[in-house]
């Protein structure tokens, strides 16, 4: 089945600072991945998208390119602020048998401090 | 994009009573999900709301614990039964605009607590 395997976290930085959360997943077929982001007591927004191999998809200084090869998604952001402080789930969804759905990693709790 | 707006934001229950959460979207979207988040959890998918139809429960959830119902394409309503302090989660409402969009939006969330 498709599963979506996330950095533990929780990651803590000093704001500036370079951040790689990574993400590796199994799909059958070519799925589409997201990155979500969830800001302390709010629902999910979505940060970025790649659709096929190669994509990079990025926002708010966030980028992250999707490596077939080594079935990867990994956010990166070269300098984080303390605003960037929330939770990070990488996400799937693989059209086909099991039809829509988006299926989640365990997310990644960032803290960036000053 | 799809502005997602959930009723109530948040509520505390008594074991053994029910809650109707509501999901209404500001357009119209070919599919509408519920989902639950337990405390410092990742998401589960409780089921897909099917307009006119009897929702497709994901395993581990039934129809009798998670009635749901959508009349039309912008609105969605779940109904947590028999509350026990175990449903005590964020349950968020989501939705597919377009299939040849892909994009999921996700609303803001219920937060419950049941005592």
């Known amino acids: 089945g498709n599963s979506v395997t996330q950095m533990e976290g929780p990651v803590t930085l000093s704001e500036e600072a370079f951040l790689t959360i990574n993400c590796t997943y199994t799909a059958t077929g070519y799925p589409s991945l997201f990155w979500y982001v969830q800001y302390p007591g709010e629902g999910l927004q979505l940060l970025l998208k790649a659709t096929k191999a190669d994509d990079k998809g990025s926002n708010k200084g966030f980028e992250a390119t999707y490596r077939k090869e080594t079935t990867s998604f990994h956010l990166e952001k070269g300098s984080v602020q303390v605003s960037d402080s929330a939770v990070y789930f990488c996400?799937?969804?693989?059209?086909?048998?099991?039809?829509?759905?988006?299926?989640f990693g365990t997310g990644t709790r960032l803290q960036v401090t000053l | 994009s799809a502005v997602i707006s959930q009723k109530p934001s948040r509520d505390i229950c008594q074991r053994g009573t029910s809650l109707t959460i509501q999901c209404q979207v500001d357009?119209?979207?070919?599919?509408m999900f519920w989902y639950r988040q337990q405390p410092g959890q990742s998401l589960t998918l409780i089921a897909t709301?099917?307009?006119?139809?009897?929702?497709?429960?994901e395993s581990g959830f039934v129809i009798d614990k998670f009635p749901i119902s959508r009349p039309n394409l912008t609105f969605s309503t779940l109904t947590v039964s028999n509350m026990s302090p175990e449903d005590s989660s964020i349950y968020l409402c989501?939705?597919?605009?377009?299939?040849?969009?892909?994009?999921?939006?996700f609303g803001p969330g219920t937060r419950l607590l049941v005592l």
């Open positions: 709301a099917n307009q006119g139809s009897e929702a497709t429960y």
């Open positions: 357009s119209q979207v070919t599919m």
């Open positions: 989501s939705v597919v605009m377009d299939i040849s969009q892909e994009t999921q939006y």
């Open positions: 996400a799937l969804r693989a059209w086909g048998s099991t039809a829509s759905k988006l299926t």
